[in-house]
């Protein structure tokens, strides 16, 4: 299983059918921990008791409770039914059948993506590019090989991105993009993320709708912007207010339903000091790569090759948020998006820091996948620099260069016996 809580994942799954949702406070069922008896657990194999038989959820690591119960069960209800589709397929086994579902999340995320680049009308070979080195990412590794909460992310950030962008036009209504970020962080909390970006384009489209030479250069561009500040605040007030409020609503549901008050204490709390939010401005820009160890163990959150393969997904990133900063003219209509780009690669992991530092009392060391959310807002200005046609091709052979690595890490991950 994966090391980004998979375990817990597919234990949550399992009780879908009997209980509907995960309790805090219990422990883990029998198949869940007959999983990590005898298949264990990237990259530390099998632990707990020995395989087959009834097992002693306490001798288990997190004495066998439960660390998934926060999460509400949107997640786990569609990835479930998704996988009865795969269910059916003869040899396909029932955490096959929800790993295979789970790839779905890729596929509408890619396919939203390319229907948001063509909104900026990103040029289509660019989009291709970048849907390469995506799919190739150790980020796409382990968020959809594997059953993940963060499969999910990618797609919400672009829908909430898109939906945005058609308001501001004047093509879509205020009600959807509310709705949708209520259920993008009612999904996964971090995607809260996705929310706070989409406020960034309203508030800067706003600002900028206010210059006459801006308004100007839109409207040869066949770009409206109907937006005023006062109503972009309004509107993004709502979205981050509606959409806190109901994950406020639903961890307090989840506490007066906890079978017990126990808690788990993972180990993993540390203090939030000022040079940590220093050092988060730059997490979003190594989201794809995932190439920050966990533990020290390196592999954990990269791919089983050595890291300087992965490095040009960091300079992919970071090269075409800036040449789009950097090239910025005054009357460009890009330009809420750009600023929206740049703000949000700096801003993301020290506000998503400082939020749960506020509402849990503690922190602990962000992984790069939390960024998830805002990785179709940092990605899509690039496309507005990437002109060279030898370099598009350079980037998507590159991209292949990692799908390729990526079958063969599956396959190294799958055959190599870990340690008990």
Not at 94 to 113: D, E, K, P, S, Y
Request: proline fraction near 5%; glycine fraction near 10%.
């Amino acid at each position: 299983m994966s090391l980004f809580d998979e375990w817990g994942y597919l234990d949550y799954l399992f009780k879908i059918p009997t209980q509907g949702i995960v309790f805090k406070g219990e422990f883990y069922g029998n198949q869940a921990l007959g999983l990590m008896a005898c298949d264990g657990q990237i990259p530390f194999g099998v632990m707990g008791g020995a395989c087959g038989g009834d097992y002693d959820p306490t001798v288990f690591p997190n004495k066998g409770i439960v660390t998934t119960d926060p999460y509400t069960p949107l997640y786990f209800w569609v990835t479930w039914l998704f996988g009865l589709a795969f269910d059916v397929i003869p040899g396909i086994g029932q955490v096959a059948a929800w790993r295979l579902a789970n790839i779905l999340w890729l596929c509408a995320g890619l396919i939203v993506f390319y229907i948001l680049g063509r909104e900026w009308n990103a040029p289509k070979i660019a989009l291709f590019a970048l849907g390469t080195i995506l799919i190739g990412s150790p980020f796409a590794f382990w968020a959809f090989t594997y059953v993940s909460t963060d499969a999910p992310s990618f797609l919400f950030g672009a829908l909430l991105l898109l939906i945005a962008t058609r308001y501001v036009r004047g093509t879509s209504p205020s009600w959807i993009l509310i709705v949708l970020s209520i259920i993008a962080t009612m999904f996964k909390v971090t995607n809260i993320l996705a929310v706070c970006a989409v406020a960034l384009l309203l508030l800067s489209s706003a600002i900028y709708g206010k210059s006459k030479s801006f308004r100007q250069s839109i409207s040869t561009e066949q770009i409206d912007i109907s937006i005023s500040l006062p109503r972009a605040i309004y509107v993004s007030g709502m979205a981050l207010g509606l959409s806190t409020i109901s994950e406020i609503a639903w961890l307090k549901f989840h506490d007066a339903i906890a079978v017990t008050t126990a808690t788990v204490d993972q180990g993993i709390n540390t203090a939030l000091t000022w040079f940590e939010l220093l050092r988060l401005t730059s997490l979003a820009t190594g989201t794809l790569g995932m190439t920050i160890p966990v533990n020290g163990k390196p592999g954990l959150t990269t791919l089983p090759l050595p890291d300087y393969l992965l490095t040009p997904l960091l300079w992919i990133v970071v090269a075409g948020v800036l040449a789009a900063f950097w090239s910025m003219k005054k009357s460009d209509g890009r330009n809420p998006l750009i600023i929206t780009a740049i703000l949000t690669m700096l801003l993301a992991g020290p506000v998503l820091a400082a939020a749960l530092q506020i509402m849990a009392g503690s922190y602990f060391v962000l992984p790069p996948r939390y960024m998830g959310p805002v990785m179709a807002t940092i990605l899509l200005p690039a496309v507005f620099t990437m002109r060279n046609k030898v370099a598009l091709w350079l980037i998507s052979t590159y991209g292949l260069a990692l799908l390729l690595g990526i079958i063969t890490a599956s396959w190294v991950i799958s055959t190599v016996k870990l340690g008990g």
